[in-house]
């Protein structure tokens, strides 16, 4: 599938926040000792990415039957021990020693799979007493294309569906319409508490460039048509695919393309009642209190180092909860002690104080900000710039953004704490006009270090 690797990487990313929402909704991030089946994991960039962040995953088994998508996933999570990956189907997958699972996982998996209500009953069985199965995954049928009188969406489908799905690796088993199903496969296979989340995805008010990278999202996969497939049908799927694109240039066109998550609870004797909580929160986890350190250096985690690349053109703009999937990347790669998505969520949805900013290049997200105002001034809790753009511009864009921000706001002065030991960060904050004000012994502990507070007068 490497015509696909890159759309799969990007929609990972763009997706993410539908992985977390589910989550959230398990209370991921307030749990210890969790350990996570991915079934289908693929190169682990997914899998990494999804569960990285949380400080309480102990163990997290990718499982998936390709044998170099199986090895790159080592490779890339050879610096975290929670990882390790096994080479199998999940119908003959069976964890060693009788390990059992408190959440299985698939994401776009189940739909590819030759029985989906075995493979749901099996995920139950894996399963702890109160264990979660999440599914992520589509459904043609909840797609909307309007005005479009010659049905060119539906007829494009129908010859994917029939000729290009049973003769393209992988997918010979597929079921584009899987969503409307899960909640009836997961009932049936023993699992209560069942919820169905739907995220959307359309036209409405976007951009001509919006609504052809809309298209390009979901006619990707339907490019690929095999060799097997006879010429004149050929010929018709890509002038179909054509004419599709065309509808998007038109401003009056709606199409909607929804995913969908499900979550599902194995029964317990005496088990609390589980709802679906949605994104309501009382409070912050006690880690998000305290101001972290600020970084100008990432510490990739896994899997070899990004390079530099030439300074790009840097745009910024506020950061949105939609951007998640792309912060945790950066994220994971850059500290130790990440964040969780749950932390920068309850920060953009309920922290009056709080001020989130990210840095846009052609390549997507390159960095983000965060600082609180207080009446006694301001301070920059969290900043990350993806490694590939290290020393390119995009912390100092990002810093002065804040500064800005932070004088308008009628603030006096902007502090910020870092590591003694970080001579570089100390020389980047300095050549910024931040002076070193006062030091807080012993403030870290892994490594031990103190921690250096830096000030610039704001007046």
Known sequence: MAWGKG???????????????????VNLAGRDGVRVLDVGCFDGFNTYLKFAPYA???????????PEAVAEAAARTAGDARFSFACST???????????FDLVYFSHVLQHLPDPQAALAKACRLLVPG?????????????????????????????????????????????????????????????????VRQFAADTCGKTLEERHALFERCVYFRRNVPACVDEGTAAEIHALVEAWGTLFD?????????????????????????????????????????????????RPRGGAPLAPADAPAVAIRPLAERDLGAVMAIEVASFR?????????LDLRHNACAHYTAAFTEDGLAGYLGWWGAPDGAAIVRVAVDPARRKAGVGRALVEQAVRDARAGGHGVLTLEVR????????????????????????????????VIMALPLG
């Open 7 to 25: 759309q799969i990487v990007k929609q990972a990313l763009r997706t993410a926040p539908e992985d977390y929402a589910a989550f959230e909704a």
């Open 56 to 66: 309480g995953v102990a163990r997290v088994v990718g499982v998936d039957p390709l």
């Open 90 to 100: 999940f119908e003959d997958y069976e964890p060693e020693a009788g390990e059992r």
């Open 131 to 195: 264990g979660f199965v999440v599914v992520k995954t589509t459904d043609d049928a909840a797609k909307l294309s309007y005005p479009d009188p010659e049905q060119v969406m539906r007829r494009l489908f129908d010859l994917y569906e029939r000729h290009v799905l049973p003769n393209t690796p992988h997918t010979a088993c597929t079921d584009r319409c899987n969503g409307e199903k899960c909640y009836t496969l997961m009932r049936r296979a023993g699992l209560g508490n069942v919820a």
């Open 250 to 298: 038109q401003d009056d066109y709606y199409f909607v393309t929804q995913s969908f998550v499900a979550i599902g609870q194995k029964p317990q004797e005496g088990a609390s009642p589980w709802k679906y909580a949605g994104p309501v929160f009382e409070s912050a986890p006690e880690a998000f209190r305290k101001p972290q350190e600020v970084q100008t250096e990432a």
């Open 337 to 345: 002690d990440p964040w969780t998505p749950l932390a920068f969520a």
């Open 420 to 451: 003694a030991g970080n001579a570089q960060a100390r020389g980047f904050y300095t050549r910024l006009g931040f002076q070193e004000a006062a030091v807080r012994s012993a403030y870290y502990e892994d490594p031990p270090d103190d921690a």
